[in-house]
């Protein structure tokens, strides 16, 4: 699963979707090491994807997570493998709402290991963050419809499998054109995406939250 990241401001997601328009080798931005606002499920995301009147690539905004009707809770992780088997939840989103949603970073939270947290006292799972090995953008696989978007999770690489059983479906820079054609289950397999891993620090907070993304 996936249940935070990393945000680019607009501007930033901008040069980012234009290096994919113009095929770029590498992307336009670094992350540096700025303060970056963290969204979580519920919160507003950007991404761009496909206009297929246009032919070109279109910046959107929407809310991270689905409500479906027969769900007590959001669902904001879309499995790949419920995707590439029909499942009836995505199968309008996967067949026509294929984005990309940039990431400076994400997180999850390790299977067993614990730090206690200094608000409460009280042992937490604890965060690990991954990005870039390179300093370069993140490129989530993810769907969207009617103002909602989902990021697209698979099997944990080397990288993320100690920590956790799932992560996002992390895209090259070469990679998105497949994603937004017709071939995108070919990109299934993310054993070969390299990422840094490092422990998020106990003491961060929430401030990074209300950060402005535009």
């Known amino acids: 699963m996936c249940g935070r990241f990393e945000v680019f401001k607009y501007d930033e997601v901008v040069a980012i979707a234009a290096a994919v328009e113009g095929r770029a080798a590498v992307p336009l931005i670094s992350v540096g090491s700025e303060p970056r606002a963290h969204v979580r499920p519920g919160g507003s995301v950007l991404l761009f994807g496909r206009n297929a009147e246009l032919d070109e690539l279109e910046i959107d905004q929407a809310i991270w997570g689905f409500e479906p009707d027969y769900a007590k809770r959001t669902v904001f992780n879309t499995r790949i493998e419920s995707a590439l088997a029909g499942s009836a939840m995505w199968k309008g989103p996967i067949q026509d709402g294929r984005c990309i949603i940039p990431a400076a970073a994400f997180y999850e939270p390790h299977a067993t290991e614990t730090v206690r947290s200094p608000k409460t006292g009280r042992l937490m799972k604890r965060q690990y963050r991954f990005a870039s090995p390179d300093d370069e953008p993140l490129l989530l696989a993810g769907v969207q419809q009617d103002g909602r978007c989902s990021i697209v999770t698979c099997e944990p690489n080397q990288w993320v499998s100690p920590v956790h059983d799932r992560m996002p479906l992390v895209l090259r820079f070469e990679e998105v054109v497949t994603w937004l054609s017709s071939d995108w289950p070919a ?26 993304l535009f």
Do not use: I, K
């Open 187 to 212: 990109l299934a397999d993310r054993s070969r995406v390299q990422l840094a891993v490092q422990p998020e620090a106990v003491d961060s907070g929430d401030a990074a939250d209300q950060l402005s």
